[in-house]
């Protein structure tokens, strides 16, 4: 699966999975509940700003950034990401490499949303033992006149509450999805190399945007 289609179905998902009727207050910490918390605000902007249904990415670049991204763990994802490499990145190059790939995340998250055709969510029970701290919710995204496609969120609870990880589509993890490619980058310029070339990502992405 290609990383365009790859973080559509992902970011569709955590954007789609809304009311499946009122939970008590003292559940709203749940990570299940959090990813509907956070789907249901933004699936009532799309709804209701005009500007974004007539194509602004600038205005849903910024409720992405506002509304998704505060619930994801990029040094987690970006380590992943990197494998074995990152051990030897020192501590300025780890923290390039999480801000160029949020930036690079930013960007295709919100042209992802851009694909919203009134998918339909459903989530699986999350069985939530006392102290656990790394979960999976369990979804499916329900397409009409398709097979349904299973989503599953990785989330870990540290200080800053429960924070998204990984996002696994049909059985494929999007850290791993990535992995290949990076690799690839450091092998052929080290971890310099891979920054310079999210960042050429990044420039390009934000030309691509200026354009249209």
């Not at 699936?43 to 998704?68: C, F, H, S, Y």
């Not at 690839?184 to 934000?206: C, F």
Request: with cysteine; net charge positive; charged share 25%.
């Amino acid at each position: 699966m290609g990383i365009r289609n790859f973080i559509r179905f992902g970011v569709l998902g955590l954007c789609l999975i809304a009311g499946t009727g009122v939970v008590a207050q003292q559940q709203e910490t749940a990570p299940d509940i959090l990813v509907r918390n956070v789907t249901e605000r933004v699936l009532d902007t799309l709804r209701r700003d005009k500007d974004i249904q007539n194509g602004n990415n600038e205005k849903l670049m910024r409720l992405v950034e506002a509304e998704i991204l505060p619930h994801f763990n990029f040094n987690r994802m970006t380590q992943l990401a990197v494998g074995r490499d990152w051990r030897q990145a020192s501590a300025a190059q780890q923290r390039q490499l999480s801000e160029e790939f949020r930036i690079l995340l930013v960007r295709t998250y919100s042209n992802a949303l851009l694909g919203y055709k009134d998918q339909r969510i459903e989530v699986k029970p999350l069985r939530l033992a006392q102290g656990e701290t790394d979960v999976t919710v369990r979804t499916q995204i329900m397409q009409p006149g398709a097979r349904p496609i299973q989503l599953d969120y990785s989330l870990e609870k540290g200080t800053g509450g429960w924070k998204v990880y990984d996002v696994v589509v049909a059985g494929v993890s999007l850290v791993t999805n990535y992995r290949e490619t990076f690799a690839a980058e450091v092998r052929q310029g080290g971890i310099d190399g891979l920054v310079r070339s999210l960042q050429t990502k990044n420039r390009a992405n934000v030309a691509a945007g200026s354009a249209k």
